[in-house]
């Protein structure tokens, strides 16, 4: 056996075993704060600055470091990520208050003219949207929470589908914003119409008598796809405004002008 070979293996003797456990309904917060009573340490700790994930952390008794930590494999209802969001909604929507004045303060103090007139009018748009979907988000948490409480379906086999393409269109057009891609803005708009048939699907599978299994209807759920809808328009608007911005080319409304 060489000296390499037997330092790997030196170093594999002081390494330990690694267990993971995956929990559901319970914050990593109430879960470290948990695993410290049971430690009898009482120390847990906000740890996502070091460790990435939204980790809390917990000390037992001889110093070791159990990790919380964010995990996609599986997912369930998070009240707490809903008042998550219902409290970061004031916060934001103050700050785009404040971009929306500055657009006003620059529009009657300087007059600007020409690419400098749409680049405000651009942002003072997108500020208006902004605060549109801070508010269809806050709505879609509210009706989430309510759901929870009430212990009614949120039909995740219906709903994913139509979040992640909302979430994606929203997104890909903030990068359009930053980017002043037209073509990509001009895609985005054309990937609404499928958000919209989407939609419209899920609208139908929600109050098919015919599916099978399925609970009693859930008006929650209804509000929430609607604002998932919501925000695909408004993903839309954006778009349009990155058009107006480069082109001087209005096309809000279906034709460009």
């Not at 470091?65 to 103050?94: H, T």
Request: net charge neutral; hydrophobic share 40%.
């Amino acid at each position: 056996m060489n000296a390499k070979t037997q330092a790997q293996i030196n170093r594999m003797k002081e390494q330990t075993i690694g267990v993971e456990v995956e929990m559901n309904s319970i914050t990593r917060r109430a879960a470290a704060k948990l695993a410290a009573d049971f430690f009898g340490t009482n120390r847990y700790e906000d740890t996502a600055f070091r460790n990435g994930y939204y980790t809390w952390s917990a000390w037992d008794a001889q110093g070791r470091e159990w990790k919380f930590q964010k995990d996609v494999s599986i997912s369930g209802p998070d009240s707490d990520g809903a008042n998550s969001i219902i409290a970061d909604s004031d916060p934001l929507q103050e700050e785009t208050r404040q971009v929306l004045s500055l657009c006003s303060s620059v529009l009657t103090q300087f007059h600007p003219l020409g690419r400098d007139l749409r680049l405000v009018i651009t942002f003072s748009r997108c500020g208006d949207k902004l605060q549109e979907c801070m508010e269809e988000v806050t709505g879609i948490a509210k009706h989430a929470k309510a759901s929870i409480r009430h212990q009614e379906s949120l039909s995740p086999d219906i709903v994913l589908p139509l979040l992640e393409m909302a979430v994606s269109e929203f997104r890909d057009a903030a990068r359009c914003l930053e980017t002043q891609d037209v073509d990509a803005a001009r895609e985005i708009r054309l990937r609404d119409k499928k958000l919209d048939k989407a939609h419209r699907k899920a609208l139908a599978l929600l109050v098919s008598p015919e599916r099978a299994g399925a609970p009693a209807l859930n008006v929650n759920l209804l509000f929430i796809i609607r604002s998932l809808e919501r925000i695909g328009d408004i993903a839309k608007t954006i778009a349009a405004t990155v058009v107006f911005l480069k082109e001087a080319t209005d096309i809000r409304h279906g034709k460009e002008k």
